[in-house]
T-cell receptor, first 113, second 114 residues
Framework: NAGVTQTPKFQVLKTGQSMTLQCAQDMNHEYMSWYRQDPGMGLRLIHYSVGAGITDQGEVPNGYNVSRSTTEDFPLRLLSAAPSQTSVYFC????????????FGPGTRLTVT | AQSVTQPDIHITVSEGASLELRCNYS??????LFWYVQSPGQGLQLLLKYFSGDTLVQGIKGFEAEFKRSQSSFNLRKPSVHWSDAAEYFC????????????FGQGTTLQVKP
C-alpha cells in the first residue's frame, strides 16, 4: 500500500511551458484534491474531485486544469507556467467527502523561471 | 467565510518544556478540526482530529488538543517537547461537510532548543 504518490519531486520550468503533475492513490479513496503551499500562507486548495468524472474549483484555480478519469489518478496540469506558480504542490485523498481526514503525498517542488 | 488563524508564526521552546500552539477558527456550523505536522521536505501527517463528542482529543506522538466552542479555538498541546518535534504545524477546519474541503491556517514553525 503506497498511499498517495506524486511525481516528479522537483521540476524547473520556463515561463510559458506546460506540464502535468501526477498524483495517484491506491486506497480506493473517493475524494482527491490539490493544494499549493507558499511561505506564510499555509495550504490553499486549487482543485478537488469527489469521484471519477467529477471535479470542481477550489480557492486558487486560475492557471490550472484537472481531470479525474479513474478513481486512482488525479493529474494537475499547468497550462502556461508563470513565476507566480512557483510553489510546493501537494496532492491529498480521503475516503469520502464527509470524512475530511486527508492523506497527503510527499509534494512536488516547482520552480518557474 | 470560513477561516483559520494561527497567531504564532514561529515558536521556540526548550527540550522537555511544555508546548501550546494556538488555533482560532471562524465557521458557522459545528466544525471538523484537524492538526497536521510537516517535517522539513515532507508531506503533511495528521496528528489528531475533532469531529464531535469529547472536546479533549488525543493524537499521535503524545499530542492532544482541546476544542473550545465558546472561544472558537482548538489549541494543540504537548506536556514535554522532544527535539524531534521541531517541524511546522498546521491547523485546519473542514469547510463544508458536503465537499470535504479543508481550510488551513498559515502554520506555526516550532524550534526546539537543546
Amino acid at each position: 500500500n503506497a498511499g498517495v504518490t506524486q511525481t516528479p519531486k522537483f521540476q524547473v520550468l520556463k515561463t510559458g511551458q506546460s506540464m502535468t503533475l501526477q498524483c495517484a492513490q491506491d486506497m480506493n479513496h473517493e475524494y482527491m484534491s490539490w493544494y499549493r503551499q507558499d511561505p506564510g500562507m499555509g495550504l490553499r486548495l486549487i482543485h478537488y474531485s469527489v469521484g471519477a468524472g467529477i471535479t470542481d474549483q477550489g480557492e486558487v484555480p486560475n492557471g490550472y486544469n484537472v481531470s479525474r478519469s479513474t478513481t486512482e489518478d488525479f493529474p494537475l496540469r499547468l497550462l502556461s507556467a508563470a513565476p507566480s506558480q512557483t510553489s510546493v504542490y501537494f496532492c491529498a485523498s480521503s475516503y469520502d467527502r464527509g470524512a475530511h481526514e486527508q492523506y497527503f503525498g510527499p509534494g512536488t517542488r516547482l520552480t518557474v523561471t | 467565510a470560513q477561516s483559520v488563524t494561527q497567531p504564532d508564526i514561529h515558536i521556540t521552546v526548550s527540550e522537555g518544556a511544555s508546548l501550546e500552539l494556538r488555533c482560532n477558527y471562524s465557521y458557522g456550523a459545528t466544525p471538523y478540526l484537524f492538526w497536521y505536522v510537516q517535517s522539513p521536505g515532507q508531506g503533511l501527517q495528521l496528528l489528531l482530529k475533532y469531529f464531535s463528542g469529547d472536546t479533549l482529543v488525543q493524537g499521535i506522538k503524545g499530542f492532544e488538543a482541546e476544542f473550545k466552542r465558546s472561544q472558537s479555538s482548538f489549541n494543540l498541546r504537548k506536556p514535554s517537547v522532544h527535539w524531534s518535534d521541531a517541524a511546522e504545524y498546521f491547523c485546519a477546519v473542514g469547510a463544508q461537510s458536503n465537499t470535504g474541503k479543508l481550510i488551513f491556517g498559515q502554520g506555526t514553525t516550532l524550534q526546539v532548543k537543546p
